[in-house]
């Protein structure tokens, strides 16, 4: 995993721009910026070390990509971040996401959910320490 370099980090002020590099980034602002400007899902944005800050959870949607990104304080059990949907359809109350890159981020209070691939493949990704 790559360092994460906090101290550059600056509150973000445009939430609608494309690429945020070392900014925290409310989730849920996002998320409501984008709604608020016509889009369903926070889609084709790129963060740079950047620290994403919750309370929220993150609905996965194709295309999203972590590099070197720590996910949060999990005391061993990756599982602790994820959240099975129990509609094979819809998930209400997460902020969407689709075809963003997050590389060298750090993520604070943010749970992920999203179809079952990504669950999976979350987990292979960052697998349970023993």
Same mark, same amino acid.
């Given at each position: ?17 494309t ?6 980034v ?10 608020a ?8 944005r ?15 949607? #194709?295309?999203?990509? @972590?590099?070197? /990104?720590?996910?949060?304080? %999990? +005391?061993?059990d ?19 996401? #689709?075809?963003?890159v @997050?590389?060298? /981020?750090a993520?604070?209070? %943010? +749970? ?8 999976d493949?979350?987990l292979t990704?960052f697998?349970?320490?023993?």
């Amino acid at each position: 995993m790559a360092e994460i370099n906090a101290k550059l980090w600056q509150p973000a002020t445009d939430l609608t721009k494309t690429t945020f590099e070392n900014e925290i980034v409310p989730v849920v602002d996002l998320f409501l910026s984008a709604m608020a400007n016509g889009a369903q899902h926070v889609r084709g944005r790129i963060f740079i070390n950047c620290r994403l800050n919750g309370p929220a959870v993150l609905l996965a949607l #194709e295309g999203l990509r @972590f590099n070197n /990104c720590h996910m949060g304080s %999990v +005391g061993g059990d990756i599982r602790k971040l994820l959240y099975k949907p129990m509609s094979d359809t819809e998930v209400t109350g997460a902020a969407s996401f #689709e075809e963003c890159v @997050f590389d060298g /981020c750090a993520f604070f209070a %943010v +749970g992920f959910t999203g179809p079952q691939s990504f669950l999976d493949s979350f987990l292979t990704s960052f697998p349970l320490k023993s």
